[in-house]
């Protein structure tokens, strides 16, 4: 990855969230794309979740992903402390399995909208894509880029299936 300043805040709310939330600075290393990654609780160090959600922008961030299991206070706090695409990414922490921060996310009220991803992994991984195709839409590498995930995405399938098709079909007995 180039030597740029970070364009993604990935911000979680605890050190457990952090295998969940590796799959997105997976994929945003993938596709180029600099980030930070930042800890910080909406109710243990309020003062820390909005200092940096007011700061995000001056310091050149251009999207926030934020993991939040439970209630999911984290992203509607920082959502509500910045203008910056706030995309969610409910973590299974408690015994809801994740339903309860699914449904926080996608409850916020109006006026400080969080985008929600799935709950857990694949929603770690799809908030990065998210995130690289707001910022494609000022940028061209970065357009370019995931037009080749894309590519390699339908290439796999195409390749996948090549090899299931040529199995013979099963008679039934």
């Known amino acids: 990855m180039e030597c740029e300043s970070p364009i993604v805040g990935v911000i979680m709310?605890?050190?457990?969230?952090?295998?969940?939330m590796e799959e997105a600075t997976v994929m945003l290393d993938s596709l180029e794309i600099p980030y930070e990654n930042f800890l910080t609780s909406a109710h243990r160090s309020p003062?820390?979740?909005?200092?940096y959600a007011r700061t995000a922008?001056?310091?050149?961030?251009?999207?926030?992903?934020?993991?939040?299991g439970g209630a999911a206070h984290l992203a509607g706090v920082i959502a509500a402390e910045?203008?910056?695409p706030v995309i969610g990414v409910p973590i299974d922490s408690s015994p809801l399995k994740g339903w309860d921060a699914l449904l926080s996310m996608v409850q916020m009220p109006g006026g400080v909208p969080v985008a929600t991803m799935?709950?857990?992994k694949t929603g770690a991984k799809n908030a990065a894509i998210f995130a690289?195709?707001?910022l494609s839409l000022s940028c061209?590498?970065?357009a370019r880029k995931l037009s080749s995930f894309k590519e390699g995405l339908a290439r796999?399938?195409?390749?996948?299936?090549?090899?299931?098709e040529k199995r013979p079909p099963r008679r039934n007995a």
């Open 13 to 20: 709310g605890s050190p457990s969230d952090l295998p969940v």
């Open 47 to 51: 003062r820390r979740t909005f200092e």
């Open 57 to 68: 922008r001056q310091r050149g961030l251009q999207v926030l992903i934020v993991g939040a």
């Open 82 to 84: 910045t203008t910056l």
């Open 118 to 120: 799935a709950v857990g």
């Open 132 to 134: 690289a195709q707001i």
């Open 140 to 142: 061209e590498e970065k």
């Open 156 to 164: 796999q399938v195409e390749e996948q299936g090549g090899e299931i």
